[in-house]
């Protein structure tokens, strides 16, 4: 399994609170980069600014990530730009959320 994949695998096992489905079926996480020396740049989004978890979500993510052996840094960006929409999930969560 690619380092990419195991990141995704992670971040697959975290869930927003208040929709039943992770975070990166909901299309919250824009971009998983890893640079050459295995730290990992990560661009994630919320659902809105003002979600619940603004501050604890970013953190989990990061701090799951970090589990994973081969990892030695996570850079994690939360942006606005685009803003997240229900067009950005995947056809998985679709389904799940009856859309």
Do not use: H, R
Not at 56 to 68: A, F, G, H, N, R
Not at 81 to 87: C, E, G, H, I, L
Not at 90 to 97: C, D, G, I, N, P
């Amino acid at each position: 399994m690619e380092l990419k994949e195991k990141i995704i695998a992670e971040i697959k096992k975290i869930y927003d609170p208040e929709i039943p489905v992770n975070i990166y079926e909901l299309g919250l996480i824009y971009d998983v980069k890893i640079e050459n020396n295995n730290s990992v740049k990560v661009k994630m989004t919320l659902t809105t600014p003002n979600c619940p978890v603004a501050e604890s979500l970013p953190k989990e993510v990061k701090d799951s990530i970090m589990e994973l052996p081969e990892i030695n840094d996570v850079d994690l960006q939360l942006v606005w730009d685009p803003p997240w929409d229900k067009s950005m999930m995947s056809e998985a969560a679709k389904l799940e959320l009856n859309l």
